[in-house]
Nanobody, 115 residues
Framework: QAQLVESGGGLVQPGGSLRLSCAAS????????IGWYRQAPGKERELVAR???????NYGDSVKGRFTISRDNVKNTVTLQMSSLESEDTAVYYC?????????WGQGTQVTVSS
């Protein structure tokens, strides 16, 4: 089993930056993939960014060029650096990873982009 705990959400102005962190109870490099999803009110949960065991990454179209995902294999954390934030980025952000054939989810952290 694996546990994922997010931190770093909050309120930020449009155009600002925010960094989210996900701490895993297992080695992050052992996840088949691990990353971030988000869900805005009234919308479906969508992929934001994920990183594969190989180190390859992929991003949702709406965040390409603005968000960067990275992995720290020593601290067992996955970080999402978000820049040029827009009101449309407001959502609950979830860390999620595929480990041992099962998908695990964190409890979520709220990100609000507003002036």
């Amino acid at each position: 089993q694996a546990q994922l705990v997010e931190s770093g959400g909050g309120l930020v102005q449009p155009g600002g930056s925010l960094r989210l962190s996900c701490a895993a109870s297992a080695s992050v490099s052992s996840f088949a993939n691990i990353g971030w999803y988000r869900q805005a009110p009234g919308k479906e949960r969508e992929l934001v960014a994920r990183i594969f065991r190989s180190g390859d990454t992929n991003y949702g179209d709406s965040v390409k060029g603005r968000f960067t995902i990275s992995r720290d294999n020593v601290k067992n954390t996955v970080t999402l650096q978000m820049s040029s934030l827009e009101s449309e980025d407001t959502a609950v952000y979830y860390c999620s990873g595929l480990f041992g054939g099962n998908r695990y989810w964190g409890q979520g952290t709220q990100v609000t982009v507003s002036s």
